[in-house]
C-alpha cells in the first residue's frame, strides 16, 4: 500500500541497502537525503491492478499492513 502512496519503500531500487525494524515498523533506506529528494521528483504512481470490483474497493480503502489491512475507519 504504502509503495502505490509514494511512501519510501517506493523509492528503494534494487542494490539499496536497508534496514527493517518491525517492532518499531520502521524501515530505513541508506540512501542520501538527497537521492531520496531526486527518486520522489521522478517517481509517478504505478497504475492499480485493479479498476473495478471487490479488488479495487479494498485497494482503494484498507489501511496498510501495520494496521492490519483493516477497511474500517
Do not use: F
Amino acid at each position: 500500500m504504502r509503495a502505490q502512496v509514494g511512501g519510501p519503500i517506493a523509492l528503494v531500487r534494487d542494490g539499496d541497502r536497508i534496514t527493517v525494524d518491525a517492532e518499531r515498523r520502521v524501515m530505513d533506506a541508506h540512501v542520501t537525503d538527497e537521492e531520496m529528494a531526486r527518486r520522489r521528483a521522478e517517481w509517478v504512481a504505478p497504475p492499480l491492478k485493479a479498476t473495478s470490483g471487490t479488488l479495487y474497493k479494498y485497494i482503494k480503502n484498507a489501511a496498510s499492513a501495520s494496521d492490519g489491512c483493516i477497511t474500517d475507519a
